[in-house]
């Protein structure tokens, strides 16, 4: 029988107080028992339930187990600094769910399936070849679709609407037959440094997490799930097939580097197949000056750089020069910003060959296989919102937000 909302946030007040004890046993039952709570809210895998889906109904079904719905749209109006923590919950089950392997790869099949809005838009996108979205345009250019950043006032950062408008785009992008190649590029932006110029991707917005408009579900862990596995995996299409290449459908992703990827800009190109940068562009991954854990950029930067570098980028904050010797292991060409369409188009021609997404896919399984990526995602969902709420992480927030130039 399913509890009511009232019951449920009774259940759920009745095990939060500020003591470890309830979260370590919600931790306890959710190792223990994951895999029959998950097979109930399923009904035995027969369901694909994306996060916020998941989430929502193991509130009801299971009070006590992760916040309401109710709880969570209270937490959203608070600052970072403000609230009581509750995405560590929703970590702590995630984290559970990723760890089983019956569980943790039927989660990522659901998030791998096109998203509602996505299928609502598909229509007007293969009539018109253009949707246009609150901060991404998709555009069909021959055989590519170019999908642009537009973020403009916050130097493109990601923020939560940025997420879901760029996993709107990429399923578009994957599921129209006319499209060969997807393109990953930032718009011009209104910085004043940079007013006027293209800018690939500054990373999470500082100034949404300090705020607390960052979500754990539909950012920092539906992000990793979301659009990006959509990129390096393709579009769960046929979940009944036996091979993965025949349940999904996959094409080959271009970045177009101005002036800098940051951040998680930087992490979309550790799954792009070819990546352009303009002279002068640099990469960095600023993880130990945020004070949170870089996505899977810990995962998938060493395979790029080796160890040693990496951990510089990871660990010091390294920045990355296109241009120079670490640089050509990010990157595969270095242009001049007049020559970048020139050099998108024929990164496009040498990608649509019919053998190319048969390809990527094979490098993709030798380098990420999926219980690699399902076991990371279970650690990285328990330590990110600890990090997100670790007083370090708030100080360097708040320092961020007042800066002159932050973004």
């Keep these: 029988m399913l509890a009511t909302d009232a019951e449920a946030l009774a259940a759920y007040a ?28 399923t009904e035995s895998r027969s369901r694909y339930l994306r ?24 937490e959203r109006e608070r600052a970072q600094a403000d609230k009581e923590g509750l995405d560590i919950d929703l ?16 989660l990522i099949d659901a998030m791998l399936l096109p998203t509602p809005r996505a299928l609502e838009l598909l229509g007007t996108f293969r009539r018109t070849g ?27 950062a990601e923020d939560d609407t940025l997420v879901a408008d760029l996993e709107t785009a990429v399923d578009l992008a994957l599921l129209d037959d006319a499209v060969r190649v997807g393109v990953l590029r930032g718009g011009t932006v209104d910085h004043p440094k940079y007013r006027g ?25 539906g992000r990793e799930l979301g659009c990006l596995n959509k990129i390096a995996r393709g579009l769960l299409t046929a979940p009944q097939a036996d091979a993965w290449s025949e349940r999904t459908t996959q094409k080959p992703w271009i970045g177009a580097v101005d002036s800098f990827a940051i951040g998680g800009g930087m992490q979309l190109l550790l799954v792009l197949d070819r990546v352009i940068a303009e002279t002068g562009a640099y990469f ?64 496009v021609t040498d990608l649509a060959a019919p053998a190319v997404t048969a390809n990527r896919h094979m490098l993709f399984l030798a380098e990420e296989p999926i219980d690699m990526f399902r076991t990371y995602l279970a650690e990285f969902a328990v330590l990110q919102p600890v990090r997100t709420h670790s007083a370090d992480v708030l100080a360097k927030t708040e320092r961020y937000t007042t800066r002159k130039d932050a973004s």
């Design 197 to 221: 110029r293209r800018v690939f991707s500054a990373g999470i917005n500082l100034k949404e997490l300090h705020a607390g408009r960052i979500s754990f579900i539909d950012f920092l862990l």
């Design 14 to 41: 009745a095990h939060s107080e500020q003591t470890r004890q309830p979260r370590d046993a919600r931790r306890a039952f959710a190792n223990l028992h994951i895999e029959a709570v998950y097979d109930t809210l």
């Design 51 to 74: 996060l916020p889906e998941l989430t929502r109904a193991a509130a009801r079904r299971f009070p006590g187990l992760v916040p309401t719905p109710g709880q969570l749209a209270a």
């Design 130 to 156: 253009r949707v246009e979205l609150r901060s991404i345009l998709v555009e069909r250019r021959g055989v590519a679709a170019e999908v642009t950043f537009r973020n403009a006032h916050c130097l493109n």
């Design 284 to 347: 960095s991954l600023p993880a130990a000056d945020e004070g949170i854990v870089p996505g899977l950029g810990s995962l998938r930067l060493t395979r790029l750089t080796g160890a040693r570098p990496a951990r510089r980028v990871i660990l010091a904050g390294y920045r990355v020069e296109a241009t120079g010797p670490e640089g050509r292991l990010l990157c595969d060409e270095v242009v001049p910003p007049e020559q970048m369409q020139e050099a998108v188009d024929r990164a």
């Design 91 to 106: 970590g702590v089950f995630c984290g559970a769910v990723l760890r089983s392997p019956t569980a943790g790869r039927h």
